[in-house]
């Protein structure tokens, strides 16, 4: 079966610092993983995939992931927190036929000026 | 615009008494679900379609309907509410569901936050 974890309800961040978001998967077969994020009163937005190829995959508003397939994570980072990155973050893996999401529990991110 | 949209955004109703929720994306994907969102549980999906007339489960279907007649559409139905279907619910799409395209990211609708008192 696959599954997603967030290990953490919230993080918290002064602005200028970097931010990690944590997620680690439970696949059969090859991961397919992705990350959105939601803004109050919005629905989600993409921000990046990872599918195969390089372990570091770029995405939107300057964030980045990490797939780390030994350590079955694929955690969110950006080197310089902003205020408006505040949000809360979904981690997402596709099932083997790619019909199926499995959405994380979310982890709320917390940029403080 | 490329969007996603749902209605009511919000709707306040009873218990038993039948209500619908629309989706409709203008982007002529495939592929469309429906989520519900509930603090410390994420997102679930309740139903998917892969194409008209092509709909099947998800992990929480109990209490809900969909269908799909046109490719554009997929309604989410509750023939009988019960207050633990109070949620806020997201409808996606995504685009072609065969070769490179499984792997495309979904678009979401804004929202419907439905209370069942």
Request: one cysteine or more; charged letters at 15%.
């Amino acid at each position: 079966a696959q599954s997603v974890a967030q290990p953490e309800d919230q993080v918290n961040v002064a602005e200028g610092n970097p931010l990690t978001v944590k997620c680690t998967y439970s696949v059969s077969g090859n991961p397919y993983l992705f990350w959105y994020v939601q803004y109050p009163n919005r629905g989600l937005q993409f921000l990046l995939k990872y599918i195969t190829g390089d372990n570091l995959v770029k995405g939107s508003y300057g964030f980045e992931a990490e797939f780390n397939k030994s350590q079955t994570s694929f955690h969110l980072k950006k080197p310089s927190a902003l205020v408006s990155d505040s949000a809360l973050y979904f981690c997402a893996v596709i099932n083997y036929n790619f019909n199926k999401f499995y959405f994380g529990s979310g982890t709320k991110l917390n940029v403080k000026p | 615009e490329a969007q996603v949209t749902q209605n009511p955004r919000y709707l306040i109703t009873v218990t038993g008494k039948k209500l619908t929720v629309t989706c409709s994306q203008n982007m002529n994907h495939e592929y469309m679900s429906w989520y519900r969102q509930d603090p410390g549980l994420g997102l679930r999906q309740i139903y998917y379609s892969m194409n008209v007339e092509v709909t099947d489960k998800g992990d929480v279907p109990e209490g809900y309907k969909v269908s799909r007649k046109e490719k554009r559409n997929f309604p989410l139905i509750l023939e009988s509410p019960s207050p633990n279907q109070t949620s806020l619910y997201f409808c996606a799409s995504r685009g072609s569901s065969t070769g490179t395209g499984v792997y495309n990211e979904q678009f979401f609708g804004p929202g419907t936050r439905l209370t069942v008192l």
